[in-house]
Each structure stands twice: as C-alpha cells, then as structure tokens.
C-alpha cells in the first residue's frame, strides 16, 4: 500500500515550530487573574453550568455548605436510573440498547410495540448506500478506525437528498439511519485495516436485518459469525451503559457545540467521534487494556495485593508502565464513591470472564480498583475518594468477548451516537442560540512594522 508522502520537510517545520513556540506562550498566572475555569471547570474541579438537560443526569456528589461531599453515583436516562432500566432487561432475558435509544431519543419508556417498530427501522437502514463500501471504506483503509468512522459519517452527506434541513423530521430520519449503519462502518472499517496492515483476511458478511444491535455486531466482526446469547446480553448490557452520559462530557458539549450553530448533522456527528477519539475522553479505554497487559508482562502474580501495592507505588511515582504517573481506569470527573457503570459491568461480567478464562485478568482489576485509593493517599500525601471509572472493567469485557483492540472506542461511538442524537435534537429545540464562550485576549498594542523594516 502507498503513502502519501508530505512535501514539507521535517527541517522546514522544525524552523516553523520555533517561530511559532516563540509567539504562543500565556503566563499562567494571567489565568487566575482573570479567572479563567480552563476546561470549562470551576475552582472547586464541578463543571461550568452551560446548559439545561432533560435527558441524562449524572449524580457523583452533593454540594453541602460549600463543601463536596462523596455519594454512590447515580445514572440515569430521562429520570430513570440505569440499574433498574439493566435489571429489568436482564430479568426478562431482552436486549435494550434499542430501548434506550428510544427512551434517550423520544424521552419515555417504549412499548414492545415502540421497540419493534424502532428495531425494524434500524433493520432496514443498515445497508450502506450503493457503492460507498467499495469508493470511501475499502479503497481508502485507515489506520485508526475512529478517523475512518468520522471520515465516512462526512461523506454519507454526499449521499443524502436533503442534506442540510434542520427540521426535527429530517434530523430524526438522519440519526436513525446513523444509529443503524455506525455497527457496519465499524465492523467493514476494522476488516479493511485488517487486510490492508494486518496481511490477513478480510470477513464482510451480508447485513441481517431481524437480529438486535448487539447480536449484529457480533455476528458482523466474527469470522464465523457465531456468538452466544450470553455473550450478546453482556454487550448489550455495554452498550446500554455507554449510550449517554450527560450533555458536558467533551463529545456531547462538542455535538451540542457544533449543532448551536445550525449545521448539518453529519458535521455535528462527526464533531462528536472526533472528540471521543481522543485518550482522555474515549480512547481511554485502551489505556486500561494496555496497563493490564504491562501488569501481567512485569509482575510475577497480579493477583498478590502486596505485590500489586508496590506496582501501583511504581506507577504513581512514574516509575512503570508509561511513566505518566496515571493509573487508568481509576478517579473520574464527576463519580466519587462509585461508578454505577463500572459497579454493573463488574457484576455481568465475572461469569463468563472466569468461564473463557480470564480470572487472573479480573482479580487484577480488583485488586487495582481496592488498593489505588490507598496507594494514592500514601504516595500524594492527600486522601481523595477515588472510585473505578467504566474504563476499568470495559476493557476486559471487550476482551472476554473476542472484541479487538483496534474497535474498543468505535465500539463506545456506536453506542454513544444513541445520547448525541438525543442531545442534537434537545439543542435544535430548546436552545436556539449559537455557543460563544468568552476569550479573554492577552496580548499587548504594538506598533505596525512595515515589511521592508522587519
């Protein structure tokens, strides 16, 4: 396969950077003067109000006398927690990604009758436009999967008769069709990376239109397009959790963003997967899984907390694993006594993790999620409720599940893409003003200096 190759040398850029370096430097201090909140964060690490939501609500703490006071964490779609919307799914053995698409989507609890209507709809808009599989997937493979998906939801404007209409009818038609085709993107953008910097085999098997979108997926990235009913409710069970989680996580604010200004909904779209692409938002998941291989690659048993607690000192003082001094999978922005989505993968996914043998990786993940706080207080200084992020243990389901590394975020995408679509049509309807966060400018008057004088 050909490279592009950039026409610009490594020296001339060199020469730019410095250039560059030379004028893009802020004091620090300016920050706090002008009390700036960067990452839209207030002082007290809460996120700034910049909205109103009726669609998810994400509880991690309580505000008591100015202080931040720890709970267990609470999730929940429309007002209804997630634990009851999973156990009521797990109780009567169905699968709810699509329920809570529509719940997310058109804000109540569907019937049976709503979500055969909605899975039948899904069903059909599978299926890819004619050619684009052959002209924007298979003859321009990605090395990242992400990239690609972002690249194909841009090009699926091409494709449609109505791009631009921001009407709440053609955005709703435009979203379901994306919901329904994100699983085949993925799976055909993952088999054409695997031909094209993998040298092996490529499997595209023909879309099926009766089955759920978690049996889909995968029967779709499977060679022999098998599966078991369990292993298809446990990523259902994934997917349900990672369908939405608030309008200010970066890839939802990046949608409601893009979608203020009145654009079309595959650039607001695809704003959204370029956001979760990134390590600290989506691409985090990875991390995990590359902590637990360098775990079970330099610890003589993961399983022993003692030798764990000096790992996680190692770490902590930048002294293993990437030496970036993170244990990932651990702390989160909102959460502090609990993740509910990591409390839930963790309960579903134990079974069939030491069935398909990996109990030693899961008595790991244990392990870090009981010693980190403790670890992190000695080696800090200072206690901080510290809890298992939804990172933590996804990574290990994926990997129970045959799921390869190269689709971890896409995967997160195809479920995500549920809450950005709830919250598109939230921010068309609701809001009516284009976003526009104040910058505060730094910079000094100078004198204009003519070119022939510089």
């Known amino acids: 396969m050909s490279n592009y190759i950039s026409p610009i040398s490594i020296e001339a850029i060199s020469t730019l950077c410095d250039e560059l370096n030379k004028n893009n430097s802020i004091n620090p201090k300016n920050f706090e003067r002008y009390e700036v909140k960067r990452g839209l964060r207030n002082a007290d690490g ?18 008591s006398d100015g202080e931040v006071v720890p709970i267990d964490g609470r999730l929940s779609y429309r ?38 209507s909605l899975r039948e709809v899904i069903g059909e808009c599978r299926t890819l436009p004619d050619h684009f599989v052959e002209d924007v997937i298979i003859k321009h493979p990605s090395m990242d999967i992400m990239n690609k998906m972002a690249r194909c939801v841009m090009a699926l404007y091409s494709f449609d008769e109505n791009p631009d209409d921001i009407s709440t009818p053609n955005v709703l038609r435009q979203e ?24 092996k085999s490529m499997y595209l098997h023909p879309v099926v239109k009766d089955i759920s979108t978690a049996e889909y997926i995968l029967r779709q990235i499977r060679p022999n397009k098998e599966y078991t009913q369990e292993e298809a409710h446990l ?63 330099h610890m003589k048993n993961p399983t022993d907390e003692a030798e764990m607690r000096d790992m996680l000192v190692k770490i902590l003082n930048k002294e293993a694993n990437d030496k970036s001094g993170l244990i990932y999978g651990m702390g989160h922005a909102v959460y502090t006594n609990s993740d509910p989505r990591a409390v839930i993968l963790k309960e579903n996914a134990k079974k069939l993790a030491f069935e398909h043998g990996f109990e030693k990786e899961f008595i790991t993940l244990e392990n870090i999620e009981k010693l980190t706080p403790e670890v992190f207080a000695e080696v800090k200084g200072f206690e901080n409720t510290m809890c298992a992020n939804v990172d933590l243990y996804s990574g290990l389901v994926y990997k129970v599940l045959g799921i390869p590394e190269d689709i971890y975020t896409p995967l997160f995408a195809t479920a995500r893409i549920a ?26 008057h100078k004198k204009f200096v003519p070119i022939d004088k510089r």
């Open 235 to 297: 990523l259902d069970i994934c997917l349900m959790l990672h369908a939405d989680h608030g309008g200010g996580n970066n890839s939802t604010f990046s949608t409601r963003v893009l979608t203020s200004s009145g654009t079309d909904t595959y650039s607001a779209i695809a704003a959204g997967l370029g956001s979760l692409k990134g390590p600290r938002h989506g691409g985090a998941n990875i991390k995990v899984a590359r902590q637990m291989d360098y775990l079970l690659e």
């Open 176 to 199: 379901l069709q994306l919901l329904a085709q994100f699983p085949s993107i993925m799976n055909i953008a993952y088999q054409v990376k695997r031909r094209s910097f993998y040298n």
């Open 419 to 444: 809450g950005w679509s709830a919250h598109r049509l939230e921010e068309l309807t609701t809001s009516n003003k284009i976003m526009r966060p104040a910058y505060k400018s730094v910079s000094k």
């Open 79 to 116: 007002g209804y927690d997630i634990r009851d919307i999973v156990n009521d799914c797990i109780k009567e053995n169905r699968y709810g990604f699509e329920e809570v698409a529509w719940l997310l989507i058109f804000g109540s609890l569907p019937t049976y009758e709503q979500i055969n």
């Open 46 to 63: 809460t996120g700034v109000m910049a909205g109103l939501t009726s669609i998810c609500s994400v509880e991690g703490y309580i505000i």
